[in-house]
């Protein structure tokens, strides 16, 4: 076989796998919710006390959902940060913290150090859920508004750790845009 003959199967190939690669990059992308879709329903959640825990207990009322874990180093600011917002918006929005430790101790110990108390804390551990990834495991932190029916009506994604308040802030100002104040 000359060159030319051995480099073209080469490139056919290394066409296929680009085009399979990025096929499945796109998939992984496309798991993740965006506004106008329903939150998915949590599969093995439980809260502290290891009962099962689904979303739909929160129904009739607005809810913010954020997904972090122990080892997300952004997350331990966003968290503390929206449990410092959550007050103003009591009995208008739940602050509910989705932890996706795959040891749910970890998520629990993880939580008691952040001191966080106005949040509704749930643990799901990532490499048993099917859902995981539609709550953006893989851009941690991600934080979802749903309205009363269960629709994202607002989907962020990462902290700005360096500032803190101006981060609050923007979380503020958009919670009560989609309350209509």
Known sequence: MTGLARLIPMRSLAIAVLFVALGLSRTSHAQAMKVGDRLAELDI??????????????KGGWVLVTVGAEWCKPCAKELPAWDKLAPEFKGKV?????NIDDDIDDGKKFNKKLKLTNFQLV???ADKSAVVAKYGSDSMPTTFVADDKGVIRYVRSGFEKGDVNGEIKKMRDQLNKLLGK
């Open 45 to 58: 959640a439980v809260d502290g006390a290891g009962k099962a825990f689904k979303l739909k207990s929160l």
């Open 123 to 125: 643990y799901m551990p």
């Open 94 to 98: 739940r602050f509910v913290s989705i």
